[in-house]
C-alpha cells in the first residue's frame, strides 16, 4: 500500500500549516529587517548649507573661469562663502583650495587658506590668494613657493 495514504490526514494537515506559518514569519522577518536598513540610510541630514554643490563663472573678455566647490553659504546677497574642496579652472590655468569668499556682482574671489595653482609650467602653493579685474589678475598672499619646469 502507498505510504501517504497510510499518513494521518490531521497530522499531515498540522505539519503543512505549521511550515506555512513559519515560512511566513521568516518573510516578514525579513522584509522588516530590510524596511528597517532603508529607513536608516535614508535618514535625512539636516546641515548649515545653504547651497550644495555650487558653480559659478568668472567671465571676462579674455577667459571664463569657472568655480566649484561641495559646499556654499550666503554671506550677504553677494558674497559667497565656498567650501571643501573649491576648484577654480580656465583654458589656461586650475587653483584649488578648501575656503574662498566669492563675489558675485564684482566678479572676484579671495582666500586666505592654502592654495595650490597649477598652469603648463607653472606650480604655485601660496597661503591665499585674490583674483579681481574679471579674473585677469591673480594675487597671492603669504609665504608662496613657485616651480617653474622648462
Given at each position: 500500500?502507498?505510504?501517504?495514504?497510510?499518513?494521518n490526514k490531521n497530522f499531515v494537515l498540522y505539519l503543512i500549516f505549521l511550515i506555512l506559518i513559519l515560512f511566513c514569519f521568516f518573510f516578514s522577518f525579513k522584509f522588516y529587517n530590510k524596511l528597517k536598513n532603508d529607513?536608516?540610510?535614508k535618514q535625512i541630514e539636516i546641515s548649515n548649507v545653504d547651497i550644495t554643490e555650487p558653480k559659478f563663472a568668472i567671465n571676462s573678455l579674455s577667459q571664463k573661469i569657472t568655480i566649484t566647490a561641495r559646499e556654499g553659504n550666503f554671506?550677504?546677497?553677494?558674497?559667497?562663502?565656498?567650501?571643501?574642496?573649491?576648484?577654480f579652472e580656465?583654458?589656461?590655468?586650475?587653483?584649488?583650495?578648501?575656503?574662498?569668499?566669492?563675489?558675485?556682482?564684482?566678479q572676484t574671489a579671495e582666500s586666505n587658506n592654502k592654495s595650490i595653482f597649477t598652469s603648463n609650467?607653472?606650480?604655485?602653493?601660496?597661503?591665499?590668494?585674490?583674483?579681481?579685474?574679471?579674473?585677469?589678475?591673480?594675487?597671492?598672499y603669504g609665504k608662496s613657493k613657485v616651480i617653474l619646469k622648462w
Open positions: 500500500m502507498n505510504s501517504i495514504l497510510s499518513l529607513f536608516t540610510e554671506i550677504d546677497n553677494d558674497k559667497i562663502l565656498l567650501q571643501k574642496n573649491v576648484m580656465s583654458d589656461k590655468f586650475k587653483i584649488k583650495t578648501d575656503k574662498v569668499t566669492f563675489n558675485r556682482r564684482e609650467k607653472t606650480i604655485i602653493s601660496s597661503e591665499g590668494f585674490n583674483i579681481y579685474d574679471n579674473g585677469n589678475k591673480i594675487q597671492f
